[in-house]
Nanobody, 123 residues
Framework: QVQLVESGGGLAEPGGSLRLSCVAS????????IGWYRQAPGKQREMVAS???????????SYADSVKGRLTISGDYAKNTVNLQMNSLKPEDTAVYYC?????????????WGQGTQVTVSP
């Protein structure tokens, strides 16, 4: 079992910043995808940002259109940590944010989720 522990959530004002971190018990070098999802009240869970390792070991970042230019994902693979730098926060960023890792194997992918950390953006 892989355990993911998020931290860094809290209350921020519009235009403010937060930095989320996710520490994984598994080795992130073995993942094919790491990322962040969020779920706001009354809405479905959506991908915020992710990093995918390609078969040639290159990395490709993906972002939801609503967060491009404001949120930045990074992976500190040596420390088994996934970070999400959140700048220029908006009230619509309010949600529970979940860390996500995916391992690919011959039997198919295996995904793990953190318990979530609350981010609230309010004046």
């Amino acid at each position: 079992q892989v355990q993911l522990v998020e931290s860094g959530g809290g209350l921020a004002e519009p235009g403010g910043s937060l930095r989320l971190s996710c520490v994984a018990s598994g080795n992130l070098f073995r993942t094919n995808t790491i990322g962040w999802y969020r779920q706001a009240p009354g809405k479905q869970r959506e991908m915020v940002a992710s990093i995918r390792r390609t078969y040639n070991t290159n990395y490709a970042d993906s972002y939801a259109d609503s967060v491009k230019g404001r949120l930045t994902i990074s992976g500190d693979y040596a420390k088994n940590t996934v970070n999400l730098q959140m700048n220029s926060l908006k009230p619509e960023d309010t949600a529970v944010y979940y860390c996500y890792v995916n391992y690919q194997n011959s039997g198919g992918p295996t995904s793990y989720w953190g318990q979530g950390t609350q981010v609230t953006v309010s004046p």
